[in-house]
Each structure stands twice: as structure tokens, then as C-alpha cells.
Nanobody, 130 residues
Framework: QVRLVESGGASVQAGGSLRLSCVAS????????MGWFRQPVGLPREGLAA???????SIAESVKGRFTVSQDSATNTLYLQMDNLNPGDSAMYYC????????????????????????WGQGTQVTVSS
């Protein structure tokens, strides 16, 4: 059974940093991509970052220069480093993984990372105060 467990969300002040983690387990295949999306209260999901099976990454323009995605294959952990946070970054943050048989590069996946067809975790809350 596929499981994605996010952690690292917190309440921080503007200008601060957080690193979110997502531990993946139960995969019987290697997802072609994994990544992060967020959903503020009352607003649509927003894809933030993707990393593909070649280790290439893609970051959404809205957070480029502040957010970085990385992974540790040895521990099956995906990370999202978030710097210079602002109140507009307040949201529930989710880790996502591609379903079996879907093949996409990171550049292609950034537009699909928030899809209902992906596996998701339960989310971790980030709140940024001014």
C-alpha cells in the first residue's frame, strides 16, 4: 500500500524558512516523478515543485528562487526547502507521487503534480505571519 507521510509544517514569521519532508513507502514501482503542491483555504491547488526519476527538478515560477525540491533515495524521503516565506505561502502542503505507468519529466510533471490521479499524503500545515 502506497503511503506518503509529510512533516515539517509549522507557524513561522515572514522571512523565515522551513523544510518539509515526505517519507514514501509501499511503492512496488518507481514513480516517474514526485513533488509538492499546496492548497490555501478556499483557493485551488497550486503545483510547486517536481523531481523526476533522473533527478531533474522543476519549480513553479511563483516560488522560484525561494523553494527548492530534493530527495534522499537512501531513505525514500522527498524534501521541500522553503526560504523567505511570506503570508501568501500559508497553506496545507502535500507531497504527491506519480501513479504507475505515468511517465513524465519534471518539467512536464509540474503542471500535473496536484492532479487527483496522483498519490497524495495527508498534508502538513504551513502558516506564515507578518
Amino acid at each position: 500500500q502506497v503511503r506518503l507521510v509529510e512533516s515539517g509544517g509549522a507557524s513561522v514569521q515572514a522571512g523565515g524558512s522551513l523544510r518539509l519532508s515526505c517519507v514514501a513507502s509501499g511503492f512496488t514501482y518507481s514513480p516517474s516523478y514526485m513533488g509538492w503542491f499546496r492548497q490555501p483555504v478556499g483557493l485551488p491547488r497550486e503545483g510547486l515543485a517536481a523531481i523526476d526519476s533522473d533527478g531533474l527538478t522543476s519549480i513553479a515560477e511563483s516560488v522560484k528562487g525561494r523553494f527548492t525540491v530534493s530527495q534522499d533515495s537512501a531513505t525514500n524521503t522527498l524534501y521541500l526547502q522553503m526560504d523567505n516565506l511570506n503570508p501568501g505561502d500559508s497553506a496545507m502542503y502535500y507531497c504527491a507521487a506519480a501513479p504507475r505507468l505515468v511517465r513524465m519529466s519534471a518539467t512536464q510533471a509540474i503542471g500535473s503534480i496536484a492532479s487527483d490521479k496522483n498519490y497524495w499524503g495527508q498534508g502538513t500545515q504551513v502558516t506564515v505571519s507578518s
